[in-house]
């Protein structure tokens, strides 16, 4: 079982800026692709970044390229997402995810969720 938990959220500016945080516990943190979803009210989830164990591979939803980074810490079990020149389409509840497999977490079907961190943004 892996535990995770994510911080961070907030109501942000258009433009403005905010990191969020998935603290893992359970398991071995670098045995897992990372990954932050999203979903706004009436959407689909949507995948938004992946990170491999040891950071060497990164995948951006285009909707997010040049304005997220996702990053990870494996020594602190932490995972985190830089969001900059936020939008109010950036306006969703961001769902930290893992499992060991990055075709999983691509296909929506991670093994493991948080509980969410709702970020608003305003115009």
């Known amino acids: 079982q892996v535990q995770l938990v994510e911080s961070g959220g907030g109501l942000v500016q258009t433009g403005g800026s905010l990191r969020l945080s998935c603290a893992a516990s359970?398991?071995?943190?670098?045995?897992?692709?990372m990954g932050w979803f999203r979903q706004a009210p009436g959407k689909e989830r949507e995948l938004v970044s992946t990170?491999?164990?040891?950071?060497?591979?990164?995948e951006y939803a285009d909707s997010v390229k040049g304005r997220f980074t996702i990053s990870r810490d494996n020594a602190k079990n932490l995972v985190y997402l830089q969001m900059n020149n936020l939008k109010p389409e950036d306006t969703a509840a961001y769902y930290c995810a893992a499992d060991t497999q990055r075709i999983r977490v691509q296909r929506n079907e991670p093994g493991y969720w948080g509980q969410g961190t709702q970020v608003t943004v305003s115009s």
């Open positions: 359970g398991r071995t943190f670098s045995d897992y692709v």
């Open positions: 990170i491999s164990w040891n950071g060497g591979i990164i």
